[in-house]
C-alpha cells in the first residue's frame, strides 16, 4: 500500500474493552489521518495530526484517542466510550503528491 | 456546514457504454475537488484532481469535470470494463483546508 501499513487486518473487541489500531508509515510524510467508514455512510474523520506531537479531532472523535509521538506511527485507540465501534477503519497519509495514500484498513468488530 | 453528495448508491451498465457519476456539493468553494476508487475490503486509491480553474481534467478512459457555478463534478468512464466496477468517491477538502472529506461513494457495476 505504497508506504502505509495498517494492523492488524482483522480486530474484534470485547464490551467495555480498548483496543489500539496501528498505522505505520516509511515515507516520511508529516500528515496522517484516519478514518472511520461504516456501510452507507462513506469515509468520516477521526483525528489527523499534520506533525509530530500535534493532532485535531475531526468530525466523530468522541470514544477515540491518539498520538503522534514518532513520525512514522500514528496508533488510534477505540475506547470503551465508543458506543457502536464495530466498522472499517483506514488510515491515510498526504502524499508529495496531489492525492492521499490510504492503507489497507483494519475491520473491528464488537463481539 | 459542508457537504458533498454522490446522488446515486448503485449504478449498473453494460459492458462498453459510458459511466457518468455526479458528486455535488454545497455551503463550500473548493479550490480543488479529487476521485478516489475503492474495492471491497480496500482503501481507496487517489484517481484524479481537478482544480477550480479546469473545466474537465483527463486520463486515460477517465473524465472528470468541475463546474463551480452548478457546484457539480461529472466522473465518466469510456468503454466501461467488469474491472471498472467498485465505488467511487468524491472528496474535498474541508473548509480549514486541513483535511479530506468524503462523498459516500456511488457503486458502479459493470456487466459483460
Known amino acids: 500500500d505504497g508506504g502505509i501499513t495498517q494492523s492488524p487486518k482483522y480486530l474484534f473487541r470485547k464490551e467495555g474493552q480498548n483496543v489500539t489500531l496501528s498505522c505505520e508509515q516509511n515515507l516520511n510524510h508529516d500528515a496522517m489521518y484516519w478514518y472511520r467508514q461504516d456501510p452507507g455512510q462513506g469515509l468520516r474523520l477521526i483525528y489527523y495530526s499534520q506533525i509530530v506531537n500535534d493532532f485535531q479531532k475531526g468530525d466523530i472523535a468522541e470514544g477515540y484517542s491518539v498520538s503522534r509521538e514518532k513520525k512514522e506511527s500514528f496508533p488510534l485507540t477505540v475506547t470503551s466510550a465508543q458506543k457502536n465501534p464495530t466498522a472499517f477503519y483506514l488510515c491515510a497519509i498526504k502524499d508529495r503528491g496531489p492525492g492521499y495514500t490510504f492503507g489497507s484498513g483494519t475491520r473491528l468488530t464488537v463481539v | 456546514s459542508q457537504k458533498i453528495e454522490q446522488n446515486s448508491e448503485a449504478l449498473n451498465i453494460q459492458e462498453g457504454k459510458t459511466a457518468t457519476l455526479t458528486c455535488n456539493y454545497t455551503?463550500?468553494?473548493?479550490?480543488?475537488l479529487q476521485w478516489y476508487r475503492q474495492d471491497p475490503g480496500r482503501g481507496p486509491v487517489f484517481l484524479l484532481l481537478i482544480r477550480e480553474n479546469e473545466k474537465e481534467k483527463r486520463k486515460e478512459r477517465l473524465k472528470v469535470t468541475f463546474d463551480t457555478t452548478l457546484k457539480q463534478s461529472l466522473f465518466h468512464i469510456t468503454a466501461s470494463q467488469p474491472a471498472d466496477s467498485a465505488t467511487y468517491l468524491c472528496?474535498?477538502?474541508?473548509?480549514?483546508?486541513?483535511?479530506?472529506?468524503f462523498g459516500k461513494g456511488t457503486t458502479l457495476s459493470v456487466s459483460s
Open positions: 472528496a474535498l477538502r474541508n473548509q480549514a483546508g486541513t483535511a479530506l472529506i
Open positions: 455551503n463550500y468553494s473548493p479550490a480543488y
